[in-house]
């Protein structure tokens, strides 16, 4: 039964079409129209779907999110966040209680960092940074009270690679929830659920998205309770994702695998190209058989070096700043996984807070750099580069 009254604000009904739109309809409606309080009823008890705050789930988060779910094998309906530390902080603050302990790789995502050392310690939550590829020290930090373990497979920026297989064993024997932060891999070179992880966690903004035009995160737990306890946390505090993010999203996500091939064979090739050339001081690529964790990336990721390369130039600012600006036409800008090829600085971004001793332990001097390898021609990449290391040895 049809209510139409053109006087009231509402919008008529959309024009009847025998055909249907090949493209998932745009819907940002925050809230939805029930037609009886009995037909709401059910809603709430679940026998009948429908949506009826956005908050709570909308059309464009659950096309995107099944598209991702199909990726990551999961078992149970993951969840959109408005970006990936809402992912993050799902699983940090909303499985953790006062007096639990949590273990993070010590070289996190820099946020993701943040928040176990500062915030989860001000909730009562005592944290610990372990090296993920130590699987030693991992067990010494084990506590009774334990709760999580967080890594992420590919360490940002220096591109070590976790010992997940020994994580996944150390995680069911201590009965610890292993969470994978999948952003740098993504379900491409790695399906953490299928490896043993019970948490999976994505920055949907990065490569998956892939355009550095939409913040979205995705986690999926594979208990259902877990996962429910996941769900209702992100709608409690508002995490809630855009659905004109979630539709771009699901657009990118349509050509994310040949993204991703291109990506990183261009990223392998740049790897060679700098190994190279002279100025260009040390290269780190996980498919490269000098990458002290070559192995075991390749026994992980099944081929697949994923698209970020390192490399180091002279150590000295004025090295840095003469490569950045002869880098014609790349981007000077701290992300990753853009269709653009993207290069970072950890000494002045991500790792400015740290001492440049403690930068240099961890293997990041002032002439350190990460590049996110985009989808340009890999011949005009490689001679950007030629051209911007040469320009910093002049310095
Ligand atoms: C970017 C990133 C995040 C955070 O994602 P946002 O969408 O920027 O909030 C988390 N983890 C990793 C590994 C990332 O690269």
């Not at 429910?228 to 996500?253: H, K, N, Q, Y």
Request: proline share 6%; aromatic share 6%; charged share 20%.
């Amino acid at each position: 039964m049809k209510k139409e009254n053109r006087s009231l604000v509402r919008p008529d009904a959309l024009p009847d079409s025998a055909s249907r739109p090949v493209v998932t309809p745009l819907s940002p409606s925050v809230v939805y129209a029930s037609e009886t309080p009995d037909m709401l009823d059910r809603q709430y008890e679940g026998d009948l779907h429908g949506y009826t705050y956005s908050r709570e789930g909308h059309p464009n988060a659950d096309v995107v999110a099944r598209r991702l779910d199909r990726m990551e094998n999961a078992p149970c309906p993951g969840i959109m966040t408005s970006s990936g530390m809402g992912a993050v902080s799902a699983v940090l603050l909303g499985l953790t209680r006062s007096g639990d302990h949590v273990i993070g790789g010590n070289q996190l995502y820099g946020r993701s960092l943040r928040m176990m050392t500062e915030d989860l310690p001000r909730l009562g939550i005592d944290t610990t940074l372990v090296d993920p590829g130590n699987i030693a020290a991992m067990r010494a930090a084990l506590r009774p009270e334990t709760r999580i373990i967080l890594v992420e497979v590919v360490s940002n920026p220096t591109l070590s690679v976790a010992d997940i297989a020994a994580l996944v064993a150390l995680a069911r024997e201590a009965g610890v929830l292993l969470v994978v932060d999948n952003t740098f891999t993504t379900p491409q070179a790695f399906k953490a659920l299928d490896a043993g992880a019970d948490v999976v966690i994505h920055s949907v903004t990065k490569l998956l998205a892939g355009h550095s035009d939409v913040m979205l995160g995705y986690v999926a737990a594979k208990d259902p309770d877990l996962n429910d306890r996941l769900r209702i946390f992100t709608v409690t505090t508002g995490m809630t994702a855009s659905p004109f993010d979630c539709w771009l999203a699901e657009r990118g996500l349509l050509s994310f695998e040949l993204r991703f091939q291109r990506a990183q064979s261009t990223a392998a090739r740049l790897a060679e190209h700098l190994t190279g050339l002279e100025g260009v001081r040390r290269v780190v690529y996980p498919g490269r058989s000098d990458h002290p964790d070559h192995a075991r990336a390749e026994a992980l990721l099944d081929g697949n070096f994923c698209n970020m390369v390192s490399f180091e130039i002279e150590p000295t600012r004025a090295a840095a700043n003469a490569f950045t600006r002869a880098a014609e036409g790349l981007s000077f800008a701290p992300t990753l996984g853009d269709v653009g090829t993207t290069i970072s600085h950890p000494a002045s971004s991500s790792h400015r807070a740290l001492t440049p001793t403690k930068r240099e332990e961890l293997g990041m001097s002032e002439g350190f750099f990460r590049v996110s390898v985009g989808l340009e021609d890999p011949d005009a990449l490689c001679s950007v580069f030629t051209q911007a290391v040469a320009a910093a040895k002049i310095t």
